[in-house]
């Protein structure tokens, strides 16, 4: 998930490949790519932002199992990236 039409397809194949997502999760989700549409929109802040709303869904017990798989699969990459840009720190 590098570039901005990556996330976008990343996030139109999660939402095909998992049905079971509730209205909540998906309106999320679609809210997200419409936003990568626009062309003067920052890609980290929008996966941050959707990011957000499902920690916010799951705090109040509404994510399901595969809104959960999606939630995991963004922390992980924040995971990394929070590194990779911090890795100057440790050395």
Do not use: C
Not at 9 to 20: A, G, M, S, T, V
Not at 30 to 59: C, F, G, H
Request: aromatic content about 14%; proline content about 3%; cysteine-free.
């Amino acid at each position: 998930m590098f570039k901005t039409a990556d996330k976008r397809k990343y996030l139109l194949d999660f939402l095909e490949k998992h049905p079971n997502l509730n209205h909540d999760e998906k309106k999320v989700i679609s809210d997200t790519i419409n936003s990568l549409n626009e062309p003067k929109v920052l890609p980290y802040r929008e996966m941050t932002a959707m990011t957000n709303e499902l920690q916010k869904l799951s705090l109040y017990g509404k994510l399901s199992d595969d809104g959960k798989i999606l939630l995991k699969q963004l922390n992980r990459s924040n995971w990394f990236f929070g590194l990779y840009y911090n890795i100057r720190f440790f050395g």
